[in-house]
């Protein structure tokens, strides 16, 4: 059982930065890939990146590579979502999550076992 919670969302002006947080219980914690998703109003949930348990592999949406950088300290069993050049189209709830494998579902959300409870980003233009 892994149990996760987010925090570090807030409001920020476009071209602003944040570094969401995923702060995890569960002894097995370091074994798990952690991924990154999103959800705003109306819309379905998104895929936003991944990274496998030894923190070495990373995977990322298109619409954020190059400005999204996911790192994970499996010592403090936390992974973190730093968000560079943020756009008011990256508004949205952010949810952390685990899964065993690496693999190529990582974009599927319904691969994933273990969810937090989101965190809000609001960027204004």
């Known amino acids: 059982q892994v149990q996760l919670v987010e925090s570090g969302g807030g409001l920020v002006q476009a071209g602003g930065s944040l570094r969401l947080s995923c702060a995890a219980s569960g002894r097995t914690f370091s074994t798990y890939t952690l991924g990154w998703f999103r959800q705003a109003p109306g819309k379905e949930r998104e895929f936003v990146g991944a990274?496998?348990?030894?923190?070495?592999?990373?995977y990322y949406a298109d619409s954020v590579k190059g400005r999204f950088t996911i790192s994970r300290d499996n010592a403090k069993n936390t992974v973190y979502l730093q968000m560079n050049s943020l756009k008011p189209e990256d508004t949205a709830v952010y949810y952390c999550?685990?899964?065993?494998?690496?693999?190529?579902?990582?974009?599927?959300?319904?691969?994933?076992?273990?969810w937090g409870q989101g965190t809000q980003v609001t960027v204004s233009s």
């Open positions: 999550a685990a899964r065993r494998m690496w693999s190529d579902t990582l974009t599927l959300s319904r691969e994933y076992d273990y």
């Open positions: 990274i496998h348990w030894s923190g070495v592999n990373t």
